[in-house]
């Protein structure tokens, strides 16, 4: 018998055979448990982190027009050459990072799949990858799957700084990568320049490579910009740059994420996807050319929408006397519930909120592998409409009442 994380059951006999022992750490999603139980009981979803609102007409005119040209079939394994181009000039534009479309850039089925790929094309079996705590879930699958040993850093709270000092003590003649992740999911930190250096040397000292996964790359609430790492001193050449579409631009279902890497790295990286996944939807890969040749407007209204939706955020949490930092960057917040319910954790509390008050959130202990971190949290998503947001508060205010 085994039990998921909201109780669950499921018999096994002893005819069954039973799954492999190297997923022993791993179970199904937590996030996307809470999507599931939040339709069961018509509960406003916060939890998952997918926009409930449309794309833009012309991304979504662009996918009509690909699936009506023939755009159907196979494209080239590592991604549609126009799309590999784009990105190519995305990260031009943005970061001043020479990736050649030809060389180094490979088109995966999102970023889930683009870290897992990487991982699994370069890092050995049994050496160490260091996870920065809170982590999103996918970052532990993926170091299972590639037979590597995860070695966990939390992040300080309240302000979740990165402690150098004890980073460099998580590192070894073992570590092989890390795993970095900024804007952060969940806390919405945007590390700091300094931090950012901080990180890059230990990887040049240890002979290491930095994964990145910068998804949340344009949405920020701070002045500083974003700082990919492969735009450090030194750090071109071992890092892995991972990116999408699904959150800028409201893409999520479509599955659409790249890695960049350097030349050493590419020919692996684009080995572990060809046999995984072949390559991403075709139609899409075509129409998401269109999207990364929005005007520079899309991304300004793209940062304005999202203050607003922030702003709402915390005000519903400060009225639900949910304690939080507010987040620097991406479209998340984790909140202290231990003054509305002490005597529950953090599932029972997610559990309560999703079936007896209408809102689902994520227990935020689900992004910790350090027993008793995140035991009073849980995460919020709010790249929802004002409507929904606002639909989420007068339920909680309703419960708080």
Known sequence: MTTTAFGLQRQFDETMILPSQRLGPLRESVIREMTRLAIQHNAVNLSQGF?????????????????????????????????????????????????????????????????????????????????????????????????????????????????????????????????????????????????MEGVAALCREFDAICITDEIYDQIFYVDRAHIPMATLDGMYERTVTIGGLGKTFALTGWRLGYACAPETLTPAVRTVHDFMTICAPAPLQRAAVTALSMPDAYYAQLKRDYRLRRAKMMELLEQAQLRATAPEGAYYVLADFSEWAREMDDFQFAEYLTKQVGVAVVPGSSFYHTPGLGKTQVRFAFAKKLETLDAAQERLMRARH
């Open 51 to 195: 926009p409930d609102f449309a794309p833009a007409p012309e991304i979504i005119a662009a996918a009509q027009r690909a699936l009506g040209e023939g755009f159907n079939q196979y494209v080239v394994s590592w991604g549609d050459p126009d799309l590999r181009q784009a990105i190519q000039n995305y990260m031009q534009k943005w970061y001043a990072l020479a990736y050649d479309a030809t060389r180094h850039i490979t088109v995966t089925c999102g970023v889930t799949e683009a870290i897992v790929a990487t991982l699994m094309a370069t890092v050995h079996s049994g050496a160490e990858v260091i996870i920065i705590e809170p982590y999103h879930e996918n970052y532990l699958a993926a170091c299972v799957f590639a037979d590597a040993q995860p070695v966990f850093v939390a992040l300080e709270p309240p302000r979740y700084e990165l402690d150098l000092d004890r980073l460099r003590r998580a590192f070894s003649k073992k570590t092989r990568a890390i795993i970095l992740n900024t804007p952060h999911n969940p806390t919405g930190r945007v590390l700091t320049r300094a931090e």
